[in-house]
Each structure stands twice: as C-alpha cells, then as structure tokens.
C-alpha cells in the first residue's frame, strides 16, 4: 500500500529553477524589441508643482517619450477608495511619489533622462500622523486631499472626514461608568515604527498591447488585484487586461497590490512596444507600502478582585498619503483587543487611520495583528504587575472558552484551544523552572493569540493530460513559501492517487485560471488547496468511470495507486492513467474539473461599530508563544536565546514547508521587534533609505524555533489544513516585548526595542515594571 502524501517531506516542485538559476522571475522577463522605463519621483514630501518641463529629457539620445499626467486618463484608482493617480497631478502628496516617466531604449538611459527633466515644486511642509491628529477639526489645517469628499470606494463606503482617511468606532454604553467605579485602572500607551517587507526582488512590472488589450508580466502576489487595478487607471474592462504571474522573489504582502505596472501599461500604450519598469532598491523602500507606524493607547477598569470591567481602546495608524487596503485593516482593533481573555463588561474601541504625507502604507504578513496582540499582551503582563499576579496564572483565569463572544459578536465554538496550547507550552517550558534557570539579565515572556485564514475566494481546474500528468490551472501562485510548490502538489497528487511529479501546477494568468483571492493571508493551502483537492475529486471519478467501462468494472471496484487505476484485489488488470485519459478523449473529450472555494462569511453583530470593514476573524486558529532573551547592560543589545511555539495547525500537509513557515515567521518577528525600524524624519522623509541602513536579521540574531504543533483539522480545509504561515509572526513581538520588560525589570512598550532604547530604560528614573 503506497504511504500518504500528507504530512510528508516531498521536495518542493519548483526548487530545481531556483537553485540552479533558470527560474524565471518577473524581473527577467523579456520581450522582442522591449522599452525601458525609469520614474522621476518626488523629492518632497508635499508641495505644488510649479514647472515641469519634459523638453530636455526628450533631447536626450535613446529616449523615446517622456509621459505626465497630462497623457493619463483623468481617473483615480485604488483599492479600497479611488483615491489616487498614475502621475501626480498639479502636487504631490509623499517623498517618491510618481511625476514622470521617460521611456528609452536602455534602462540606463531612461534613469539619466529623469534627471534632465525640469522640476520645481513649491514646497510645503509635511504633514505627519501627529500633526494630522493634532489639526483634526482645525479649519485652518491644510487638507492632503481637499476633494476628498469626491473619491469613489470600490465597495461600501466608511467614515471618512479630511485628513482622517477612515475610521470604526464601537462605543458601547456604561464604559465610563465602569471606569468610575474600578478599583483599579490601568493604562499604557504603545508606539510602534513602520517595518519594510525588504523582499529580495524589488518590484517590476513588463507590459505589452495587442489589438487593444493589455498583458502584463510581473511578480505579483495577487493577479487579479493587479489586472483591476490596471483596468482601473486606465478606464478599461478588467477582461481587457492579462497578468501573467511569474517566480516572485518574496513578498510578505507587498507585493498584492500594483505599484509599477500601471505605469508601464500607460506607457507601452503611448510608444506601440512592450515596455518595463523596475525598482532600484531605494525606489522600492520609498514606495512600497510597508507596514503601518501607530499608536496604541489602552486602558483597563479592573474590580477588587481584578476582573477586568471595561476597557478604552484608541488606535491611530499612518495611512499614508493614498489609502490602498489600509481602511479594512482600521477595522482589527474590535477583533483583536477585546479578544483571548474575557472582559466582563463594555469596550471602547476607536481606530483611526490618517492620511500623512508620507509612503502609503499597507499589508505586511500578520497585518496590524502584530502591534496590537503586542499591545494586549504587554497591558496583560502591566496588569498582572499591577494586582501582584503571576502574569501566566492571570492569563489563565481569564482566558476564553468554547462558545466564548468577540466584540464584533462572533462566537467562537473552540476557543478552549486557548487552554490547551498553555497546557502543552507548560509541558515543554515549565513556567516556574523557566524563570528559577533564567541567568543575569535574562528575561522570560509569554503571549497568546487567536488568528485567522484570509477568507477571499480561490479556484482551481485539474486537467488530466493524455501522458497522465495531472496538471492544476490555477490563480494561486506560491510567493515562495511552497504553498503552492509543496501544498498543492501533494494535495492534488493524494486526491488523485499519482506521484507528486505527475502533477504539474501553472503559473497564474488571469486570461486562463478562475478567480483567485491571492497569496495572503495564510489561506493559498487552505482555500486554493480546498479548490484544487475538489477539482482533483471530480477529476478522479470521470476518470475512474472511463476506466471502470474499459475494465468491465464498477467504479467502486477501482482504485488509482501510483499513477495506474487497477481493480481492487486484482493488480494485474490495470490500466496507466495516460492510458484512460488517452481513451477518455474519444468518449467524454479531455477529463477535467473546475472547483472553488471561499471561506463561509463570518457571523457577526452588524451594529456593534460605525466603519467595520473586516468583521471577524474567519477559520480562526490559537497560538501560545514563549520567548527567553538575555540584554547586554553594555551594549543595549538583545539576544532571543530560546523560542518555543505553540500552534494550531489544523493538519500539516507538509512538515518541512511548515517549519519553514513558523521559522520564516518568528525571523521577520524578531526582525520587527528587535531591529528593524523604517523612521520618518520630522520633514516626513524616511532616514532609513537602503538595506545598509535598514538592519534584518542576521543568522547569528536567530534561535532554532522549538515547534509544538497543535494539530486539531479543519473540517474545511483540504485533508484538514489551516493556513500556518502568518501566527508565527503575530504573537512573537508581544513575548519578545514581554521578555525584554521582564529582563529589565523596566516596561518596553515602544517597537523596535532598539539598543537605544534599552539602555534608555536602564537609567534609574525609567518607569519600573519588574513581573
């Protein structure tokens, strides 16, 4: 009997490209007779454009056109709220936002041109998010968008008011009335800096026009997204544009939306020939939307026996100068800071996101979930500290239970979860021994989440192919995780009963594959997996039905082992799969299936806020992380010596993918907890402008993760998967926070917890937080 396929080490079906270099990325894609061309960015922040004379770059030897906005539809795009244009019109909002494009026959060329251009912009001063929050309601502050009452929302409409690009407001009754009567208060407030995705290859795009439709090339997360977006800037039908996806070089959420691929799509227009556009690396820090700066502020009303009775909730974050999908993440906040512990009375949640003159920012793995579990877990540990409790045995009396409410009104049938991965973390790290073997400065700390799968849709058609290869057309595409290369590789091959190097998996191309919700989210083995497991069912049974007649069997007798369907109990008579598929083709035609999936809507209290975009938290999943680190008194510097996860897997479809994502997650974590820090200086300019400046982790800053895997299958997902690849990096900022604060017996609410700032809270008058 052949072993399963799941929950195998098979190898990743893509790793001979990437290792010996032939993996064709969108960055090396090329075309006969191509352009290429190069951006004139904004040198300030904010201000008018006075001049803008083009004339001297056309002057320049090997330049073909020079486009401004004048050669743009007049049409504004964006994700979630149209708010922007290709080319900056008349001013321009942030540092490196698009003015020009010059096309030329050499990339080099065209970059030397920019700089002939005549540009005088009459500049004003930036407005960053404190001066947003501080003007808001003031008649005399400048607006970023004055006619931002006029922009269109892809969807439903939300808050929206000048310089407050979105807003959700949940103000239940009796908070203030609680916090009257608390015999405890306790209150934080958090800062945390913008983190830049710094994937290896910056972002490009390639675009061609034939009989008046549009292809684009580019290595992109989401396909679709960037077909509409495409669609969107130039006032086309989104089926008169094709993305072709291509080997992407990371992403990590920066790379779902669109960002030079209008451009190049305008500009391939104008000059009738295939035109690219790429990145150096400064381009791409100054424009790719990276996660969010905020600010987080909670307060907790807490009886005599420390229950917690309410809780005030205020969240700014930094939306940028244009919106891109930031007003639905404004929304997490009720999901996630009234979540894992209950809180026996009303909550305030008021989450604001401003437009700034700076770099829109946008989605990076684990979203806004990342802060704001460091927040609540941080408040955790302060109350805890505050009634003279164990912080873990605090956590436990409150934690939720099956059939426990979040704020948005979602039930939560399995949250006692929660219990379980505190009782395995005990089990691996216990707690008390944990703290009597910590050495000098060394400090232990704990958190503990609830986390979700993008719920959006994913389709999947298997074809089985004359030779009996199985090959799956999808959507999805692998971002380099495996989730395409592994998951659905050995999901497709399982279903049908093949080897896994009988499956072939194609790269996304919007004119071909069904509709598909991107590489996001933790949902491409879930969701695309669930979709192509389906498709692959279907497939299966026509096929075994052309075999059944070729057998003189019943269907139910048959079985595909090994790539060749035999009669149950009598091998010897059996047919190769390229032997059915070949015969199918002269009675059924080709066998193939279609199948999609997309996760049920969650159930939720519609009324509970004003502007609530994302309701709830869809297939969520419960983690408990643990982390030990030791500070250098000298040096200020932090070092993550141990690291323990607990994790609800749902069930691993592949054992190596998943240590790669729990790994990968918990790097990024310390990454974004630790070191790296993308500052906006007081003009609103970035000071970190390159990979020399903007720190990730090395190898030596790392520990070997110890995993415990939680598996509990999902009755959705495919052979039982959740998607793994976002918890690992959700709930590690809140225990290396907890752990750097409990080593200095000092309270660390400011990420990154730079040397700097280490050694700021050494000095004798820094706030004390000793748990």
Avoid at 706 to 716: D, K, N, T, Y
Wanted: proline share 7%; net charge negative.
């Amino acid at each position: 009997m052949t072993a399963s396929l799941i929950g195998a080490p098979v190898a990743r079906n893509d790793a001979p490209g990437k290792i010996t270099g032939t993996a064709v990325y969108g960055i090396d894609h090329r075309e006969v007779g191509m352009a290429h061309g190069a951006v004139l960015r904004s040198p300030v922040p904010a201000g008018r454009i006075v001049t803008l004379d083009t004339s001297p770059a056309l002057e320049v030897p090997g330049v073909i056109a020079v486009l401004t906005a004048k050669d743009q539809p007049d049409l504004l795009g964006g994700w979630v709220l149209r708010d922007q244009p290709m080319l900056a019109v008349d001013e321009v909002r942030f540092e490196g936002e698009a003015i020009a494009l010059v096309i030329a026959e050499t990339r080099e060329i065209a970059k030397a041109a920019t700089t002939a251009i005549v540009l005088e912009i009459d500049e004003w001063p930036g407005i960053d998010m404190d001066a947003a929050i501080a003007g808001h309601g003031d008649p005399e502050m400048r607006l970023i968008h004055p006619d931002w009452a006029s922009y269109q929302p892809t969807g439903g409409d939300f808050p929206r008011e000048g310089n407050l690009a979105a807003r959700m407001f949940a103000d239940p009754p009796g908070v203030d009335e609680a916090f009257a009567r608390a015999a405890h208060v306790v209150e934080d407030t958090f800062t945390v800096d913008r983190q830049y995705q710094a994937y290896m290859e910056p972002k490009s795009g390639l675009a061609t026009w034939e009989n008046g439709r549009c292809t684009l090339h580019t290595s992109t997360q989401y396909p679709f997204n960037v077909r509409d977006r495409v669609a969107q800037y130039l006032g086309m039908r989104s089926s008169d544009v094709r993305a072709v996806g291509h080997v992407i070089g990371g992403g990590f959420g920066g790379k779902l939306d669109a960002s030079v691929e209008p451009l190049a799509a305008l500009g391939a227009r104008a000059v009738g020939q295939p035109l690219q556009i790429r990145n150096d690396r400064e381009e791409d820090i100054l424009t790719c939307p990276s996660r969010e700066n905020a600010v987080i502020r909670v307060r907790t009303a807490l009886d005599a026996d420390g229950v917690m009775i309410a809780r005030d909730v205020l969240v700014d974050s930094d939306n940028g100068a244009y919106s891109g999908e930031m007003p639905g993440l404004a929304s997490l906040p009720l999901s996630i800071l009234g979540s894992v512990y209950e809180i026996h009375g009303p909550v305030r949640v008021d989450s604001r996101l401003w437009y700034t003159n700076t770099t829109p920012t946008g989605a990076f793995r684990g979203v806004g979930g990342l802060y704001l579990y460091m927040s609540q877990e941080r408040h955790m540990d302060h109350i805890a500290a505050t009634l003279g409790v164990d912080r873990r045995e605090y956590r436990l009396r409150h934690l939720f239970s099956d059939g426990s409410v979040t704020l948005t009104g979602q039930v939560l049938p399995d949250a006692s979860l929660l219990a379980e991965a505190f009782e395995l973390m005990e089990q691996t790290v216990p707690w008390e021994q944990a703290h009597a073997e910590l050495g000098p400065n060394q400090g232990i700390g704990i958190s503990a989440g609830m986390w979700m799968t993008n719920p959006m849709p994913g389709s999947a058609t298997v074809k089985v192919n004359e030779d009996g290869v199985v090959q799956v057309i999808s959507g999805a595409n692998d971002n380099g995780s495996g989730s395409v290369s592994m998951g659905l590789v050995q999901i497709v091959a399982e279903t049908m009963g093949v080897r896994p190097d009988q499956v072939v998996i194609t790269m996304p191309d919007t004119d071909v594959a069904g509709y598909d919700g991107g590489s996001q989210g933790s949902r491409t083995t879930h969701s695309a997996g669930r979709a192509a497991r389906d498709a692959t069912a279907d497939a299966r049974k026509q096929l075994l039905d052309v075999a059944s007649g070729m057998l003189e069997v019943d269907p139910a007798d048959l079985l595909i082992t090994d790539g060749r369907v035999e009669v149950a109990g009598v091998p010897e008579r059996s047919l190769s799969v390229a032997e059915v598929a070949t015969a199918a083709l002269y009675s059924i035609g080709h066998i193939t299936a279609t199948s999609s999936y997309a996760t049920p809507p969650v159930q939720y209290n519609p009324s509970c806020a004003d502007g609530l975009l994302f309701p709830g938290m869809a297939t969520p999943s419960y983690h408990v992380h643990l982390a030990v680190v030791e500070i250098d008194p000298v040096t200020g510097g932090v070092k993550v010596i141990r690291y323990v996860i607990v994790q609800e897997t749902g069930r691993v479809i592949n054992p190596v993918g998943f240590r790669g994502q729990v790994q990968g997650g918990v790097t990024q974590a310390i990454g974004y907890a630790l070191q790296e820090q993308l500052r906006i200086g007081p003009d609103c300019r970035y000071l970190e402008r390159n990979l020399h400046q903007y720190r990730i982790p090395l190898g030596l800053d790392l520990p070997d993760v110890e995993i415990v895997p939680m598996e509990h299958p999902s009755a959705a997902g495919p052979f039982g998967a959740l998607g793994v690849a976002e918890p690992p990096i959700t709930f590690a900022p809140a225990a290396i926070a907890n752990a750097v604060s409990h080593a200095l017996g000092r309270a660390c609410n400011s990420l990154p917890i730079t040397p700097e700032r280490v050694l700021d809270a050494l000095v004798p008058d820094a706030p004390q937080e000793r748990r």
